[in-house]
């Protein structure tokens, strides 16, 4: 399902979990959020050949300055200097979306643009299934917890309070840390 109708579903009350959720203050007027169990980190890539020509990027603004083009997910929440740029990138002609990051990376793959944005994890994983050659530029736009997204209106505080008792169980044990590290995420 794309990502856009899962999460319209989700604010409508048809779905009752999502995973890897950002706590926004948007958000929490609709949903409930589990503890953390894993930090997200954003990056922005490039296909590897070309790396060394985005070397200098140290900040989202260049890439509006310098007319960078950019891929990026269609929904959801990647830092507040994305959130600042997007309007911009988008106006002037040099953002593109994707639903999912296997479209992202075919249109990366294709020359749609120069850098992809999104969480360094998923799209490194997706371009291994892909045999696409990425490499990050050292710029980090976002690292931050994710959460699990519970809807308030089918869900309950007693069933959050459950699941965060989960969470820390796992944790404490080192459920959750074997798991991170099998997908390289510490």
């Known amino acids: 399902m794309p990502t856009a109708r899962r999460q319209r579903l989700f604010e409508l009350g048809q779905l009752d979990l999502m995973l890897a959720a950002s706590n926004t203050a948007e958000r929490r007027r609709y949903a409930r959020f589990s503890a953390p169990y894993r930090y997200e980190t954003v990056g ?18 260049q890439l509006a300055r310098q007319g960078i083009g950019l891929l990026a997910p269609k929904v959801g929440y ?25 479209q992202g990376l075919r249109m990366l793959d294709a020359g749609r643009a120069d ?23 050292p710029l980090v736009v976002l690292r931050a917890p994710v959460h699990l997204m519970l809807n308030k209106s089918s869900t309950s505080p007693a069933e959050l ?9 796992l944790e404490h044990n080192g459920t959750l840390a074997a798991i991170r590290a099998r997908y390289g995420d510490l």
């Open 161 to 169: 309070e459950r699941i965060n008792a989960a969470i820390a169980r």
């Open 78 to 102: 990647y830092g507040p200097a994305y959130a600042r740029l997007q309007p911009q990138l988008s106006a002037s002609g040099k953002l593109s979306t994707f639903t999912s990051f296997q």
């Open 44 to 61: 922005l890539f490039t296909r590897s050949n070309r790396r060394a020509d985005y070397l200098h990027i140290n900040n989202l603004d």
């Open 115 to 137: 850098l992809i944005l999104g969480d360094s994890g998923a799209l490194r994983h997706e371009a291994k299934l892909q045999g696409i050659a990425i490499s990050a530029l």
